[in-house]
Every structure is written in C-alpha cells, then in structure tokens.
C-alpha cells in the first residue's frame, strides 16, 4: 500500500492549512487510519485517529482546531487545521492498519502502512 501526503508548507500563526493523505487502495479496507506528527529531536505522537464507522480521537493539544475526513471515493484522508500555532510545526504522517487495534490503542507501534511525510511550518 502506498500513502502519499500533500499540502503541507509554511504558514503564520492563526492561518490554515489542510493536508491530504491519497491511498493507492481502498481506504474502506482500513480499520483506523490516523494522523501523526514529528517534531524534530522529538518522538512521533498521535494528532488523530478515524476508525472505519467515522469515530474519531484527538489529542487534547488539537481538539476544536484540527478536524479529520475522509473522501473514499477519492481514497483519501484529510486534515483541515485551523488557528495553527507555532507548537504545530512538524512533519506529519498518514497511517494506515487493517487491524482495530491500531485505533484501540493509538500508538504509531500498531500501524503497519506509513506515508512519507509532509512537513507544516508554523512562525509567529
């Protein structure tokens, strides 16, 4: 499986910017797919998580300003942030698992299908 992000770059703070994540096979075959982020020199941690019945989990530092979709018609998974800090500068990843655990548990260990990366700058 491959999963290409797009639509990352620089922006103030207080702007906006909405990632996409395209799949090269039905997004309909995952069980949890989910956004990560890594800062640098620090680990990768969980933005959020959509499950295939369109539950989601977010991290506390992004509830209210980030919101996750999908488009399984286009196979694709999105990111929409809002109001983005200068804490929000990371590169972000897409991830995909076949199995509900991944979404049970929300750790990046569980997700077997990661995408490149695309890096969000934020300056204040």
């Known amino acids: 499986v491959q999963l290409v992000e797009s639509g990352g770059g620089s922006v103030q703070a207080g702007g906006s910017l909405r990632i996409s994540c395209a799949a090269s096979?039905?997004?309909?075959?995952?069980?949890?797919m989910g956004w990560f982020r890594q800062a640098a020199g620090k680990k990768r941690e969980l933005v959020v998580l959509i499950d295939n019945h369109e539950r989601t989990r977010y991290d506390d530092t992004v509830k209210g300003r980030f919101t996750v979709s999908k488009d399984n018609a286009k196979n694709t998974l999105y990111l929409q942030m809002n109001s983005l800090k200068p804490e929000d500068t990371s590169m972000y990843y897409c991830?995909?698992?076949?199995?509900?655990?991944?979404?049970?548990?929300?750790?990046?260990?569980?997700?077997?299908?990661w995408g490149q990366g695309t890096q969000v700058t934020v300056s204040s």
């Open positions: 096979k039905n997004i309909n075959s995952f069980q949890c």
């Open positions: 991830a995909a698992e076949e199995i509900i655990s991944a979404c049970t548990y929300g750790e990046a260990a569980y997700f077997g299908d």
